[in-house]
Every structure is written in structure tokens, then in C-alpha cells.
């Protein structure tokens, strides 16, 4: 499975040689994600120039950085196999999709996603889970590079990620795959092939509102569990209060 090229320099001066040999632009990301994204509030930085690269690579210094290519492509290349492996290393479920829109744009996380089956990408989504001698459940993220259509490695999450709902809305579940498979009761292998839904968080502080043809998958709002979607819809109330509120005060 091919990866983007990565680099993992061990001063400025070799992340600037680094940048030279691979080129512009450059992701730097931490190897420790955790406090990168308390301390800048993002996942990465995007370095168009050898000037960004500097000022990216002295702020991530702390977390132990990488360099890495940019996969070419728009946010709706943005690929994912979902599975539970058993120990035998049978697929009991498989979903396959991509996210339409990522917030914010770039590096981000899911607004928008569908279901997609890419019967390759799945195949090789379960080789390498296999060659790791993978069990359980997880994410597999790929991008399909537009330069050349070659699928890249983003990462495995080895756990479900945050539009996994949309496996089940597909007849994929998942979580409920792997509690009868630890339970002794391992269903028939399914998985989301043929099924086109789509997955969207509607309502985001800040950002357009977005709705999918209905009926698609809420990410917050259901009426089994109604209080996550009313606490959203405070914040989201009130924010847009405040920021009218300040738009009126500069306009008077
Ligand atoms: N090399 C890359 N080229 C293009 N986009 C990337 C690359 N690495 C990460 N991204 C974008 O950033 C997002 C988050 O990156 P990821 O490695 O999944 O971080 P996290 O572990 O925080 O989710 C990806 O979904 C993708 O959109
Ligand atoms: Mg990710």
C-alpha cells in the first residue's frame, strides 16, 4: 500500500534539507498529537514556503515532528474502510466510504460523509489489517492522490471513528459485531455493499448549515437519546447570538 513520503528530522536544519529533497508544500505533523492539538488548536500545519517550514517546525519542535507530502486531492478523496477482524482474521463487518467535506477544510474532521464500496480498497484495506495481524475493530483512511489515482495511507484508527453510525445505518454494526464475537456469538459476516446513505453533522457554530437529501444519518440529533442534540443546539444558539450581537455593535 503506498504512503505519502515522510520525513522525521531531528533538528530545524534537517527538516529544512527534508523539505528541499521532498518539496513544497509540506504537512508538519506530531508525532504526539495529543498536546500538538491543545497547544494549536489543529491537527497540523501547511507549509507553502521554506519560511512557514521554519516557524511550523520550531512551534511542533516539543512534539516531536514529521514531515510529510500533501496527497493532492479535494476533501471528497478522502476514503475509509471500516471492520471488525475476528482472530481468525475474517471480516465479520466491512463498511466502505469517503467524507464529502471536512471541517475545516484540509486537515479537518467529517461534516459530511457517504457510503461507497470500492471493492480494491477494501481488499487491500483487510491485507494489510491482516499483515499486522490485526484484530478488533478499526478505521482504515486513505486518499486517493489525484496526480497519479494511487490510493495513500492516512492512517489506521484502531478503534470506531466519528461517523461509524453511518455503518450501521448501512447494516454494519459494528460495535454490536464485536460485543457477539467477544461473547461467543459471532454473527454471519455482512457488510454495507450497495447501500448509499450519507452521514452529516447539520448544525455547526460558525459555519454554514448543511443538509444532505433526506433521509441521512444526524451526527447529534436522535429522539432515542434527545439531550446531546439540545445541549448542541444551546451552543449553537447561542453563539450565533453573540455573533450577531457583535455584528450589530459594529455596524451602530
Ligand atoms: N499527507 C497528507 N496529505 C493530504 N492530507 C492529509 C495528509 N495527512 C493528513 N491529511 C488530512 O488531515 C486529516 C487528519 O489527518 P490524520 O492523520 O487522520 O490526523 P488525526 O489522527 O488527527 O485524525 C486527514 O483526514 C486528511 O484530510
Ligand atoms: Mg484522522
Redesign the pocket.
Known amino acids: 500500500m503506498a504512503i505519502?513520503a515522510t520525513r522525521y528530522p531531528s533538528s530545524a536544519a534537517e527538516a529544512r534539507a527534508a523539505a528541499e529533497e521532498l518539496g513544497l508544500p509540506l504537512?508538519v505533523?506530531p508525532s504526539e498529537?495529543i498536546g500538538f492539538r491543545l497547544a494549536f488548536q489543529r491537527?497540523?500545519f501547511r507549509c507553502e514556503t521554506l519560511a512557514e517550514l521554519d516557524d511550523a517546525y520550531a512551534k511542533a519542535e516539543p512534539f516531536v515532528p514529521m514531515l510529510?507530502?500533501?496527497?493532492q486531492g479535494s476533501?471528497s478523496a478522502?476514503y475509509t474502510v471500516g471492520s471488525y477482524l475476528d482472530r481468525s482474521g475474517e471480516a465479520l463487518g466491512v463498511f466502505c466510504g469517503r467524507k464529502l467535506r471536512?471541517t475545516p477544510p484540509?486537515?479537518?474532521t467529517c461534516r459530511v460523509g457517504e457510503s461507497l464500496w470500492l471493492p480494491d480498497l477494501v481488499t487491500s484495506s483487510l491485507e494489510l489489517l491482516r499483515a499486522c495481524e490485526y484484530v478488533g475493530l478499526s478505521q482504515v483512511?486513505l486518499?486517493r492522490d489525484e496526480r497519479d489515482g494511487s490510493y495513500k495511507l492516512?492512517?489506521i484508527n484502531p478503534r470506531l471513528w466519528q461517523w461509524h453510525t453511518l455503518s450501521d445505518a448501512c447494516g454494519v454494526n459494528l460495535p454490536l459485531i464485536a460485543y457477539r464475537d467477544l461473547t461467543g456469538d459471532p454473527p454471519s459476516p455482512c457488510t454495507s455493499e450497495g447501500v448509499r446513505k450519507r452521514w452529516a453533522i447539520t448544525l455547526l457554530a460558525g459555519e454554514r448549515t448543511v443538509f444532505p437529501r433526506p433521509p441521512y444519518v444526524e451526527a447529534v440529533f436522535s429522539v432515542r437519546d434527545p439531550k446531546p442534540g439540545l445541549v448542541h443546539l444551546a451552543r449553537w444558539g447561542l453563539k450565533r447570538l453573540r455573533a450577531l450581537k457583535r455584528t450589530t455593535r459594529s455596524a451602530g
Open positions: 505519502p504537512l505533523k498529537p491537527q497540523a510529510q507530502e500533501v496527497v476533501d478522502l471536512q484540509g486537515v479537518g483512511e486518499k492516512m492512517e
